[in-house]
């Protein structure tokens, strides 16, 4: 399985970025996709997830109402729509997939990394 980012961009604060992760491969079964992000300095943090035979969704606190998660499952691809960005917002953001289960924001319990795309907002 190789997921493949795309989307990388700058904006001001108060901007709109689209981040796009492709899946190619087979996910056998139920799994889950999620994006993580990390900044300079920082740990790796999760900020959203959506389990892809129901579409429930999952984003962190510092993210909620801001980015929206999105799935096309004939296209094997997932969507990341981040509005009213803030500089805090700016990390490189990885896509990434893994069997269902609990705890989306755990990135170790992860087994699909995609290659990050960076993300900065001025």
């Known amino acids: 399985v190789q997921l493949v980012e795309s989307g990388r961009g700058s904006v001001q604060a108060g901007g709109s970025l689209s981040l796009s992760c492709e899946a190619s491969g087979a996910l056998a079964g139920r799994h889950c996709m999620a994006w993580f992000r990390q900044a300079p300095g920082k740990e790796r943090e999760g900020v959203a997830a959506i389990y892809v035979v129901d579409g429930t969704t999952y984003y962190a606190d510092s993210v909620e109402g801001r980015f929206t998660i999105s799935q096309d499952k004939a296209k094997n691809t997932v969507y990341l729509q981040m509005n009213k960005l803030k500089p805090e917002d700016t990390a490189v953001y990885y896509c990434?997939?893994?069997?269902?289960?609990?705890?989306?924001?755990?990135?170790?319990?992860?087994?699909?990394w995609g290659q990050g795309t960076q993300v900065t907002v001025s």
């Open positions: 990434a997939a893994k069997k269902d289960g609990a705890n989306w924001s755990r990135g170790d319990d992860y087994n699909y």
